[in-house]
């Protein structure tokens, strides 16, 4: 591990004395819709020095903790399966050393690899997705390794009853009826999230952050906008909510930076980021 060169603002500690560790996984080869997620990473750690370390939210400071930025991973595009294998790799290295790794994307895919990769280390793994897609198609297009079936690979590993999906509100109908009898499946917004942290306040969760799930109104840089979404809001209360439990990892992914010039929705993400860290952070 080498420190990055620019870091998120207030993420400067080396990898010894941290106890959370993040990364940027630059990946977007099997998006459907308008790419560019690939950008979010560098986009977020550029423009995280227009907010500040503080969270008036919490009463905590980055400057208070420490946490290591581990910069990009160089992924070879085109090869989705390496990709994973790749961060599978990343991640299983940063748990394994008793940190906690938080991974940037790119595109909703690479939620595969670090998922494995916590399975392994916590066999009783739970996933609790914020999203607006089901993500649930076995495959799009003949590929299954893709950002449209991401949640369908989790629970090939995961099964059935550990996967818990919030704000969703767009897919196949085929989705849905399958969700009914393998997922916890919330349409729309958080309603039974206190009910779903009490049902896994014992247990080990991963964590995945796709940050459509917000409203297009205040997040309209990322590549499938859904309408009626949350908002802000209510998406910090819902991460309020959940660092109650013993979340082992996570990552947030789907910033796409093009698709919105006034750089709305990266400040938005990065002040998103640093309220997780600090919610996360023990």
Known sequence: MKPNVTTFIGCEATYEDSKMVIFGAPYDST??????????STAIRNESFGIETYSPYQ????????????????????????????LEEQVATIAGDGKLPIMIGGE?????????????KYPDLHLIQFDAHTDLREDYLGVRESHASVIKRCWDMLGDGRIFQFGIRSGQREEFEWAKG?????????????E??????????????????????????????????????????AIEKISQLNIVAADMN????????????TALACK????IMLYLYK
């Open 31 to 40: 998006t459907s819709f308008r790419p560019g997620t690939r950008f979010a």
């Open 59 to 86: 009463d905590k400071d980055l400057e208070d903790i420490a946490v290591f930025d581990a910069g990009d991973i160089e992924l070879p595009f085109g090869n989705t399966a390496e990709t994973l294998k790749m």
């Open 108 to 120: 909703h895919s690479i939620t595969a690899g670090p998922v494995k990769a916590m399975l392994e």
């Open 182 to 194: 393998h997922t916890h499946l919330q349409k729309f917004n958080f309603d039974g999230l206190a």
């Open 196 to 237: 779903v942290v009490e049902q896994l306040k014992d247990k080990p969760v991963y964590f995945t952050l796709d940050l459509d799930v917000l409203d297009p109104s205040e997040f309209p840089g990322t590549g499938t906008p859904e309408a009626g979404g949350v908002r802000f809001t209510e998406l910090m209360a």
């Open 254 to 265: 789907e910033l796409c930076p093009i698709y919105d010039q006034s750089g709305q929705s």
């Open 272 to 275: 998103l980021l640093r309220e």
